[in-house]
């Protein structure tokens, strides 16, 4: 089943610290990697797979993300924006903003500095086939932080595996399984109704709450490459 006109949001507004010096003059968003920007590489795997709306959230160096994709035509499919211009919202609160566009069925967000081949098609198809509020996009590899599922592939809890904090849904005593989530997911749009309703905050620990009363399913993609593009490590 092709996801054709199905709606996304590219998560690019943030300053990109952890690329200084590539981010003192240019936004993460247009740093460039294979020789094209972070940016027209997400748009260009998301229009392969049939993502024909989208909308990027821009805060730092905004008008020249906004110049780039004006200047490429908008990649021959439908591209508008989401300016935070006072402040940076953090995840929850910048697709909370973007809410207008995105609130007809559900959507795709992807961050803009993961590079992977997952199969975005075969996650939205995976969200619709099981009916959860979320779906986030999980795979084994090594992280400072990992999500925790029980056997139905639920999110049960959050573990920090360098101070050992963890934040548990429910107490039951489960075998739960640590894996790392990948910056992609699909959300139903019931999930505005539970948004917090202060302007910024983090889609994490906002999700950790509402999986005490929804399920939130972790689609594993485990045999797919997955970088993260905003540490220069990655560049190296």
Sequence with gaps: MQTQGNKAMILAAGLGTRLRPLTDHKPKALV????????????????SQGFTQIIINVHHHAEMIMEYVRSRKHFGIHITFSHEKEELLDTGGGIARASWFLKEGPFLVYNVDVNSDLDVDALYRAH???GA???????????????LMNQEGLLKGWRDNRSGETILVDPAREDLIPIAFSAVQVL??????????????????????????????LYRHDRDGWTDMGKLESFA
Aim: proline fraction near 9%.
């Design 133 to 147: 509020i979320a779906t986030l996009a999980v795979k084994e590899r090594v992280t400072s932080r990992s999500l």
């Design 32 to 47: 460039e990697w294979e020789g094209k920007p972070l940016l027209e590489h997400v748009i260009l795997k998301l229009k």
């Design 188 to 217: 139903d749009p019931e999930v505005f109704s539970h948004f917090p309703t202060q302007k910024k905050f983090p889609l994490m620990p906002f999700y950790l709450e509402l999986a005490r009363t929804h399920p939130i399913f």
């Design 128 to 130: 619709l086939s099981h």
